[in-house]
């Protein structure tokens, strides 16, 4: 399932913010839980690594994940906020995603680039 658009507000060679518009009816909620939606914490890390494909450009192998939190319930309708930055030199893409009232989940992927 593809992630959906973003409105992208910052971006340079290795980081990224992008703003995303989230509804209940949308794919992403369903089947996670029935009568309770919540963006499930799979979905969040998977759109991490594909939106860093698309907009830096590069193809990344995952292999494992660092310090991962998931601090508050991502529900509908809501407008997240991600921040992305990739370092090379410790091959990992860094994340953060916001509420407008804090941090909802942040942490590391570990990746390899591939050509």
Not at 11 to 19: D, G, I, P, Y
Not at 23 to 46: E, K, R, T
Not at 53 to 75: A, D, I, M, P
């Amino acid at each position: 399932m593809q992630p959906p658009e973003p409105i992208v507000t910052q971006q340079s060679a290795n980081q990224f913010t992008l703003t995303l518009a989230l509804q209940a009816q949308d794919p992403y909620f369903s089947g996670h839980f029935d009568g309770l939606p919540v963006l499930a914490g799979v979905v969040q890390l998977g759109w991490v690594v594909a939106y860093a494909e698309r907009l830096l450009g590069r193809r990344y192998k995952f292999l494992g994940l660092t310090s991962n939190k998931f601090l508050q319930l991502v529900r509908p309708p809501v407008t997240l906020q991600l921040s992305v930055q990739y370092e090379p030199e410790h091959q990992r893409l860094k994340f953060a995603y916001s509420l407008p009232n804090g941090v909802c989940s942040r942490g590391a992927i570990n990746v390899e680039e591939m050509s």
